[in-house]
């Protein structure tokens, strides 16, 4: 399973960027779809995430201004990021969990740089 993030960039505070990230390869199912960032000298953590069912998970700080969804159809995941703040500057990465041949693997697309300006 390969993952294709894109949509990072530079942009204003208050701003809005659109984050996708396309699964492809053979033979598998999608059970959770994430965006996880990581800031400058910090940790990794979880942004948001969308089950199959189509229930999701958000970071506190992000609730409100992020949403995340997904195109089952086109095995994408999307993060629409509005109001954007110098904080929400990160690497953001996609994850997708799926199960394939009757196993569940975890998979991490390449990373796409947001940059909010004050």
Do not use: H
């Amino acid at each position: 399973v390969q993952l294709q993030a894109s949509g990072g960039g530079l942009v204003q505070a208050g701003g809005s960027l659109r984050l996708s990230c396309a699964a492809s390869g053979s033979s598998f199912s999608i059970n959770v779809m994430g965006w996880y960032r990581q800031p400058p000298g910090k940790q990794r953590e979880l942004v948001a995430r969308i089950f199959g069912v189509g229930s999701t998970n958000y970071l506190n700080s992000v609730k409100g201004r992020f949403t995340i969804s997904r195109d089952n159809a086109k095995n994408t995941v999307y993060l629409q990021m509005n109001s954007l703040k110098p904080e929400d500057t990160a690497v953001y990465y996609c994850s997708v969990q799926v199960t394939k041949d009757g196993a569940r693997y975890d998979y991490w697309g390449q990373g796409t740089l947001v940059t909010v300006s004050s």
